[in-house]
């Protein structure tokens, strides 16, 4: 099963715009995690945000957690062609992780 | 100690015929987990170990589905009488204690049933 939704689905972009990613979620969570996947290969931790905390930054990404919309952002600023791949939101409750849908990510050179 | 690793990288198997995937973890993590993950898609849940003790399974792992640890490190995730419904690339992780704090996935096994 999967916790829920993100949006958009697609975003494409051209390299130095910024790129916005949102998750929604739909139960109580002790953390909630972003990550990446490049084409046809695992998954890299990018960046966990605690449920206690509203924003928290790490180089060229920014997320944002509302708890009470059980929701999420992140952030890419100033794209680069390399930053193209799947972002995934999972959130953490007590035991193990839960996948959202995912967002791709085009950047164009 | 160079990551998560998952043997074979890619599987094609003909429909009704058993495969078996293995899974190296991290060798301090205790927590191994599997996932499989169809195009498009997030990863899905299937499993996971506390060291050689599998803690919980998910619906999605019919009776066709079997995974063992038993001795704590590698693990292994047999498909019995495979389906073309089972194509789908399958994940394995691993982490630290309780894994709050983050996974750390391998490359994936992509399995094609014809």
């Known amino acids: 099963s999967q916790q829920g939704e993100e949006d958009p689905q697609a975003l494409s972009i051209q390299e130095g715009e910024n790129a916005t990613m949102n998750c929604s979620y739909k139960t109580s969570i002790n953390n909630l995690q972003w990550y990446r996947q490049n084409s046809g290969r695992g998954l890299v931790h990018l960046i966990l945000?605690?449920?206690?905390?509203r924003e928290k930054h790490s180089g060229r990404l920014r997320v944002t957690l509302d708890t009470s919309k059980k929701s999420s952002s992140l952030l890419i600023t100033a794209s680069r062609a390399a930053d193209t791949a799947s972002y995934f939101c999972?959130?953490?409750?007590?035991?193990?992780?839960?996948f959202g849908t995912g967002t791709r990510l085009q950047v164009f050179p | 100690d160079t990551g998560v690793s998952q043997d074979p990288r890619h599987k094609i198997t003909k429909r009704g015929q058993n495969v078996t995937f293995r899974c190296d973890p991290i060798s301090e993590h205790n927590r191994l987990y599997w996932y499989r993950q169809t195009l498009g898609q997030g990863p899905e849940f299937l499993t996971y170990?506390?060291?050689?003790?599998?803690?919980?399974k998910s619906r999605l792992l019919s009776d066709r589905f079997s995974a063992e640890r038993p001795k704590g490190s590698f693990s292994t995730l047999e498909i019995q009488r495979t389906e073309q419904g089972d194509s789908a690339m399958y994940l394995c992780?691993?982490?630290?204690?309780?894994?709050?704090?983050?996974?750390?996935f391998g490359s994936g096994t992509r399995l094609t049933v014809v």
């Open positions: 945000i605690r449920s206690n905390e």
């Open positions: 170990f506390q060291n050689e003790a599998q803690l919980e």
């Open positions: 992780a691993s982490s630290l204690t309780q894994g709050a704090e983050g996974y750390t």
């Open positions: 999972a959130t953490y409750n007590t035991d193990k992780l839960i």
